[in-house]
């Protein structure tokens, strides 16, 4: 297994387009999770999963912002109308839950996208 | 709700000193804790954890961290910083228990320089 994987690791993009993230989690993981790093912070909770389902979103993600994980694996992260305060890193990270506990969460490179 | 302060946003030492970092949470419901360590455009690495049970916890590359319920904290230290240890350096709550979903709530991050 090779970790969680994040494509693409960098994107440069114009105001107004909209771009699309894919991450592949660890194989037997059930969760993923996508967050948001700006310069000089801490990474931000934007949005998880549990298999196919989306189970919480932060008030981060707004309506130009989408999330899907069709079948249980890989995730896509669209933003839509890009506008430069969207440039960050964009980390994604999976876990197992299973009963009452979780496996801690591994984190992909990350994907850095840059609006001009 | 949950917060993290991390003390601090760059320490430097010099390699073969103490490396001290400070953080301290906030959290309704016990928690679970994490430092997390950032290289350049890299995603994040787990140091180390506290979940239940003891609360001196040992992770990698000779690095530990004492939940302190009493005083809310979650020092991370190492006894002897080496060159390979400068990097950035979060601290990270979850809620914790039966109903721990490992959604991540982190600090500001502590840049750690080691000089020569």
């Known amino acids: 297994d090779t970790g969680v994987s994040q494509n693409p690791r960098h994107k440069i993009t114009k105001r107004g387009q909209n771009v699309t993230f894919r991450c592949d989690p660890i194989?037997?993981?059930?969760?993923l999770y996508w967050y948001r790093q700006t310069l000089g912070q801490g990474p931000e909770f934007l949005t998880y999963?549990?298999?196919?389902?989306?189970?919480?979103k932060s008030r981060l993600l707004s309506d130009r912002f989408s999330a899907e994980r069709p079948k249980g694996s890989f995730s896509t992260l669209e933003i839509q109308r890009t506008e430069q305060g969207d440039s960050a890193m964009y980390l994604c990270?999976?876990?197992?839950?299973?009963?009452?506990?979780?496996?801690?969460?591994?984190f992909g490179q990350g994907t850095r996208l840059t609006v001009v | 709700a949950q917060s993290v302060t991390q003390l601090g946003s760059h320490v430097s030492v010099s390699e073969g000193a103490l490396v001290l970092l400070r953080c301290n949470y906030s959290?309704?419901?016990?928690?679970?804790l994490f430092w997390y360590v950032q290289y350049p455009n890299q995603g994040l690495q787990l140091l180390l954890k506290?979940?239940?049970?003891?609360?001196l916890v040992k992770g990698i590359n000779g690095f530990e961290a004492e939940f302190k319920k009493s005083e809310t904290s979650f020092h991370l230290t190492k006894p002897s910083a080496h060159m390979s240890d400068a990097a950035e350096y979060f601290c990270?709550?979850?809620?914790?228990?039966?109903?721990?979903?490992?959604?991540?709530?982190f600090g500001k991050g502590t840049l750690l320089t080691v000089n020569p």
């Open positions: 999963f549990q298999n196919e389902a989306q189970l919480e």
């Open positions: 990270a709550v979850s809620r914790g228990g039966g109903g721990s979903n490992y959604k991540l709530t």
């Open positions: 506290y979940t239940t049970g003891a609360t």
């Open positions: 194989s037997e993981h059930n969760r």
């Open positions: 959290s309704s419901v016990p928690p679970y």
């Open positions: 990270a999976s876990s197992l839950h299973r009963g009452a506990g979780n496996t801690e969460a591994f």
